[in-house]
């Protein structure tokens, strides 16, 4: 069988781990399937390659966790937010195609160790934020969706605010397939789609719809802030190995 994107066996099984742990972390706690697989992408081929097909997965597992959370979905919250993410992805794969791959890799790792301090944090805002500031974290997350982590500035965003827990995954899972749609015609317009995006992911679907489903029945007995915790951690480790391949390679 012929692996998408000239990958050999011994990365493919990485990988095909990598999406299952990943799926099983997104399906416990709304979020990290994208930052998560891509970086561990980006240890063996290019991290690019996987963007569109984490960005199709996102979609086929917002239909498995969507039952049952439409009621608790802040709608506003996800048209202030779509609003920013709206103008800031076209700039994010502009200034993307002005990058090698090595350098696409170190922007990568820093953006992610930056949003893993900002989540260990664990700040708080004094004061409720309101449409600009949607807007705001909207912007960010559509510059980081240039390289499929639009969803970590607004986890963490959301984290800050006292947000019940049901509206805080609700929302998410709500904004993440809006932002995911709107990307899909960049990403082909940026040549990110081909045949190789659809085999991959017709070979991830498998992975992903299993640990969707265990990471949704709270497999996982541990305590959900501690589980996140380690997950950050886990993201933050990935960069590190990420930056010093990079760097040292």
Request: glycine share 10%.
């Amino acid at each position: 069988m012929t692996l998408p994107f000239d990958l050999d066996p011994a990365a493919a099984a990485f990988l095909a781990a990598a999406v299952f742990g990943s799926a099983l972390v997104r399906g416990y706690c709304g979020f990290g399937f994208s930052a998560l697989v891509i970086a561990a992408a980006a240890l063996v081929t290019h991290p690019l390659h996987f963007v569109a097909v984490v960005i199709l997965c996102e979609i086929v597992m917002t239909v498995q966790a969507w039952r049952g959370l439409s009621f608790a979905v802040d709608w506003r919250r996800v048209g202030f937010l779509m609003l920013g993410a709206g103008l800031g992805l076209p700039f994010g794969l502009w200034a993307l195609g002005e990058l090698s791959a090595d350098w696409v890799r170190i922007t990568m790792s820093a953006y992610l160790l930056i949003m893993c301090a900002i989540l260990l944090a664990g700040w708080r805002f004094r004061a409720a934020v309101g449409a600009l500031g949607h807007f705001g974290v909207g912007l960010i997350s559509g510059l980081a969706n240039a390289v499929g982590m639009g969803g970590l500035p607004v986890a963490a965003f959301f984290a800050a605010q006292p947000i019940a827990a049901a509206v805080f995954r609700a929302t998410l899972v709500a904004y993440f397939p809006l932002l995911d749609l709107y990307s899909g015609p960049f990403y082909w317009y940026s040549g990110m789609l081909s045949w190789d995006t659809l085999w991959a992911s017709v070979l991830a679907l498998p992975f992903v719809f299993t640990g969707g489903y265990m990471g949704g029945r709270h497999f996982l007995k541990s305590d959900p802030q501690s589980f996140k915790r380690f997950v950050i951690y886990l993201l933050a480790l990935l960069s590190l190995l990420v930056l010093g391949r990079t760097v040292l390679i």
